[in-house]
C-alpha cells in the first residue's frame, strides 16, 4: 500500500498559478501512475490528470487541457500539479490516488485508482 500527503493548495486570484505536491511513502517501489482528482462541495470526485511511471504517458481533463501541466520525481516519490491561469470553476479539494494502469481516457475513474492521499484546497476568487 503507497500512502499519500498533498501540499500546496491556498486561495489564489483568477488568473493565478499554484503547484501541488503529492509525497508517496511506503510500498513506492513498484510502478504506478499518479492522478490528480478534484471534488467541489456538493458533486462528484472529476479526473483532472495522470502521469505514467516513466512520465511517457499523460493524460489531461479536458477542462485543464493547456492550463494544468502533471510531473513526477520518482526519485523523491513525489508528484505535482502546476496550475496556472486559475478560474473559480477550478476551486474544489484536490486529492492525488495511484494506479496499476496507464493513464489515458478509459482509466480516469475513481474506481481505477487505489491509494488516495486526504486532500488539498484549492480556493480561486473571482
Known amino acids: 500500500q503507497v500512502q499519500l500527503v498533498e501540499s500546496g493548495g491556498g486561495l489564489v486570484q483568477a488568473g493565478g498559478s499554484l503547484r501541488l505536491s503529492c509525497a508517496a511513502s511506503?510500498?513506492?517501489?513498484?510502478?504506478?501512475?499518479m492522478g490528480w482528482f478534484r471534488q467541489a462541495p456538493g458533486k462528484e470526485r472529476l479526473f483532472v490528470a495522470a502521469i505514467s511511471w516513466s512520465g511517457t504517458m499523460i493524460y489531461y481533463a479536458n477542462s485543464v487541457k493547456g492550463r494544468f501541466t502533471i510531473s513526477r520525481d520518482n526519485a523523491k516519490n513525489t508528484g505535482y500539479l502546476q496550475m496556472n491561469s486559475l478560474k473559480p470553476e477550478d476551486t474544489a479539494v484536490y486529492y492525488c490516488a495511484t494506479s496499476s494502469k496507464d493513464p489515458g481516457p478509459c482509466t480516469n475513474s475513481r474506481g481505477d485508482y487505489g491509494s488516495w492521499g486526504q486532500g488539498t484546497q484549492v480556493t480561486v476568487s473571482s
Open positions: 511506503g510500498r513506492t517501489s513498484s510502478a504506478y501512475t
